[in-house]
């Protein structure tokens, strides 16, 4: 692994243990760090999109539920902030929010 993968290795590691902790044996999960890292869960799905700057990586959190883009969260500095957003919305209702341009 190259130095410029360590940061999404990191992610998916302390992913996996904060779903672990918070939904313990009440739901299944997966993380794949295999390409972009994505967290399903049975109703919805957690892809995170990672952009690198000159002053560090910045993380967005978006939120998918039947293959729908629900939400878009971040853009988040560190990993600790990504991984907290998650916890909070692992237990929330996924709602969709429809708008309009005109």
């Not at 360590?6 to 390409?35: C, K, Y």
């Not at 892809?47 to 729908?68: C, I, M, Q, Y």
Request: with cysteine.
């Amino acid at each position: 692994m190259d130095a410029r993968d360590e940061p999404t290795a990191r992610l998916g590691r302390r992913l996996e243990t904060a779903l672990e902790g918070a939904l313990a044996d009440s739901v299944s999960w997966t993380v794949t760090t295999d390409g972009p890292v994505i967290a399903r869960l049975p109703d919805r799905e957690f892809a995170f999109e990672r952009a690198d700057s000159p002053n560090g990586h910045r993380w967005t959190v978006v939120l998918r539920a039947d293959g729908s883009v629900v939400s878009k969260f971040g853009q988040f500095e560190t990993i600790d902030d990504v991984v907290e957003t998650v916890e909070s919305l692992v237990h929330s209702d996924v709602r969709y929010t429809v708008c309009c341009d005109g």
